[in-house]
């Protein structure tokens, strides 16, 4: 269903129950239970794209396909070397790839997310370098004037970041324009930058433009991606892991 809408922008009711041969009420449920957590707006007759300017609440992200962000974070938590340098930015896929890291050993991580700091100061193995700024209450990210200046001052072997939607064209998107800020001196200051994202994120639309496809090492995500993204990724000489989710 979220395909769909994403490929069309709208889908009628009536024909979401005859393409699934469903009836009308159990779309409507099913509509009713993705609006609850921000992946579609109801609109009469039928479902669309949720607002391009508020991103799901933190709390509906943490529950979203979590078997999914844990299989891609296993992924990419492999391809991170033992002694490594690595950034790691907002959001619940980069959690998950924080709890795949908790073995490693050696590690120096950055980041301006508390909970992935939390998460891997338990490892008495890993150096965690917490950046200054504002916490947001709602998902304890660090964001500021702060944040990038603090972040400007490193360079690190591999920047582990999310993202909030990827564009046919390659271009990374994301809600908040101070994280932005953020998340751009982070890409600029990585020698490798490893993108986590599940399939939901494939045409997801978002306000703020990060960056595009051309900046990322790795797309590590759980289902083939779009042609044209691929392409993007590829021809710059980017790769694709695809997970066994």
Known sequence: MLNLVHEQGFVSVEDLAQHFSVTSQ??????????????LRRYHGGAGLPSSVENVAYQARQV???????KIAEG??????????????????????ARALRDHRGLRVITNNLNVASI???NPA?????????VRHRDRGITGEATIDFMNQFKADY????????????????????????LQIIMANARSVLLAADRSKFGRNALVRVADLSQISELHTDAEP???IRR?????GGRVFVTDS
């Open 126 to 134: 890993c150096e965690v370098i917490v950046a200054g700024g504002v």
């Open 120 to 122: 891997l100061a338990d």
């Open 226 to 228: 779009p042609i044209t």
């Open 26 to 39: 159990t779309i409507r449920r099913d509509i009713n239970d993705l609006c609850s957590v921000g992946l």
């Open 64 to 70: 979203l396909r979590p078997e999914a962000k844990e």
């Open 76 to 97: 990419l938590a492999a391809r991170i070397p033992n002694h490594a340098s690595l950034y790691m930015t907002l959001g619940t896929t980069t959690e998950a790839v």
């Open 232 to 236: 993007c990724l590829e021809e710059h």
């Open 159 to 182: 920047a582990v970041i999310g993202i909030s939607g990827i564009e046919a064209d390659g271009t990374l998107l994301d809600f908040d324009y101070r994280e932005v800020r953020v």
